[in-house]
């Protein structure tokens, strides 16, 4: 694992575990639901004793390389990395991190077969289906969900699904789960251009009232505080085109496991690092 802050460099090695279950077909909820074991809550405890992050961000990486390592389908590998996230998203409950963005489709992946993105699809049907049954679990934390993305390039049925899933949890606000779904970071960037080009043309702004901070307030995530903490698994040292614009002040922390082989205490040990970041 390798993480970056202020020019700093860090090499530390993860081994991920082995075993690959067998989760295709089945109805993964978006937050892994089951008690911490003993050493999960110790290290918990002792992380929450310290500054935590309020906002992390996730590159959701290595899905593919995980799929041909271990001989199985892609869309197994989606899958699999989609169950690692709800574990993942557990955590980040447990060590009360409010807000987590998660990069998860690009607008770049159109470009790829179109088996896969045929396969990438049906995934976002299954996986916001399921969320709209699960209102009670969703309830119980107040997790918000938010997408984020251009979705008119998305199938209707899947931007039917979203804005239910999004009205369905809009009233939530103990954290926040933001999924960047047909999103790149430029196409953010040039939306928010475009919005204060028209606002000017149309006479409702001056061109002195184009700044900074007004683009903040046009872009996608202008809900969100920037994040304190970004990570990508797989060990690619790309941001992929992901929140460029946000991530001005940040620790990166690039783990060297793809996304379905992250170990379960991978987000306990990037809160270590960021605690130790700020001493």
């Known amino acids: 694992m390798m993480t970056f802050a202020e020019g700093h460099v860090t090499l530390l090695e993860e081994r991920p575990?082995?075993?690959v279950r067998e989760a295709v077909g089945k109805a993964m909820s978006w937050i892994k639901e089951g008690e911490l074991t003993i050493i999960e809550r110790f290290c918990a405890n002792i992380i929450k004793a310290g500054p935590m992050p309020k906002h992390v961000a996730f590159i959701m990486d290595g899905n593919r390389r995980y799929a041909q390592k271990c001989h199985v389908k892609r869309q197994q590998g989606h899958s699999e990395g989609f169950d690692k996230l709800a574990q993942t998203l557990r955590w980040c409950l447990n060590l009360d991190i409010r807000e987590v963005t998660v990069y998860a489709f690009s607008i770049e992946n159109f470009k790829r077969s179109k088996e896969e993105v045929d396969g990438l699809m049906e995934l976002a049907r299954q996986k916001f289906s399921r969320l709209l049954?699960?209102?009670e679990n969703l309830k119980k934390h107040g997790v918000r969900i938010r997408v984020l993305g251009d979705l008119p390039?998305?199938?209707?049925?899947?931007?039917?699904l979203i804005a239910e899933a999004v009205l369905a949890t809009r009233n939530y606000n103990k954290c926040f789960l933001n999924v960047c779904f047909a999103y790149t970071s430029r196409h953010e960037i040039s939306n928010a251009v475009r919005e204060m080009a028209w606002g000017v043309e149309e006479g409702l702004l001056e061109p002195s009232d184009v700044s900074e901070s007004l683009l903040d307030k046009c872009l996608y995530t202008n809900n969100s505080p920037n994040p304190d903490l970004l990570i990508r698994t797989s060990g690619e040292v790309r941001l992929s085109d992901f929140l460029l614009w946000q991530?001005?002040?940040f620790?990166?922390?690039l783990l060297s496991a793809d996304i379905p082989l992250m170990p379960g205490l991978s987000v306990c040990a990037v809160a270590r690092i960021f605690l130790l970041e700020l001493v």
């Open 133 to 135: 049954e699960e209102q």
């Open 17 to 19: 575990g082995a075993g």
């Open 247 to 249: 991530v001005i002040k």
């Open 153 to 160: 390039l998305l199938p209707l049925d899947i931007q039917e």
């Open 251 to 253: 620790l990166v922390i």
